[in-house]
């Protein structure tokens, strides 16, 4: 089973009291719905003093993220957002451009090709809930569940991946968890 063979992702993070107050490094795995580990999303390069100190902050969101989506340590994408707002862009790992991932609203994600055109918007290609709190070895994790819509074209399937993996870098917030509540993106 591979990352992108599977309609269901089960999407963890750590989640606990040190996490919230030091947590600087972005980190998801990705498991499918029969608990096989098929992804770890990380950053790729060490944070300079600066990106670090901003990262435990509500400024977290707007700084740089470079992260690497690898499966048993081979890359797989490669995701990457400026600082400040702008679109996240999605590439695979020899850094041919897949596309790039827009927050239009606060529930609404572009997915654009790489000319910056718009495909569909995420809730069209996918289902996404956020945010149980639940337990895997004996530690806490935040559980966000991607369900993709079967037969879902390319790139829009690795786009829908792509947000489903970095969606705390999408919506803005990095690796700051002091806002946001659970809400679910519904396949059209």
Same mark, same amino acid.
């Given at each position: ?12 993070? @750590?989640? $606990? ?7 600087? /490094? ?10 096989? *580990? ?10 300079? @003093? ?17 992260? !690497?989506? #690898? ?11 400026? @600082?400040?707002? @702008? ?9 041919? *451009? ?15 090709? *790489? ?41 829009? /399937?690795?786009? #829908? !991946? ?16 002091? $806002? $946001? $509540?659970?809400?679910?993106? *519904? #396949? #059209?």
């Amino acid at each position: 089973m591979n990352l992108f063979g599977t309609d269901t992702l089960v999407i963890e993070q @750590p989640w $606990g009291p040190g996490r919230h107050l030091f947590g600087t /490094r972005y980190r998801v795995r990705a498991y499918t719905e029969h608990d096989v *580990p098929v992804a770890d999303a990380t950053d790729r390069k060490g944070l300079g @003093p600066v990106r670090k100190l901003l990262r435990t902050t509500g400024f977290s969101g707007r700084t740089t993220f470079d992260l !690497v989506v #690898a499966q048993h340590g081979q890359p797989l994408l490669l995701i990457h957002k400026g @600082p400040g707002r @702008p679109p996240v862009r999605v590439s695979r790992p020899d850094g041919t *451009p897949v596309g790039a991932l827009h927050r239009e609203s606060h529930t609404h994600f572009a997915l654009l090709d *790489p000319a910056g055109t718009r495909l569909c918007y995420f809730g069209d290609a996918a289902g996404f809930s956020q945010g149980a709190i639940a337990k895997r070895d004996g530690r806490r994790v935040r559980r966000d569940v991607l369900r993709l819509r079967p037969g879902t074209p390319e790139p829009v /399937r690795t786009l #829908a !991946v792509a947000v489903g993996l970095a969606f705390d870098v999408v919506r803005g917030k990095g690796t700051a968890h002091t $806002g $946001g $509540g659970g809400f679910d993106l *519904p #396949a #059209a």
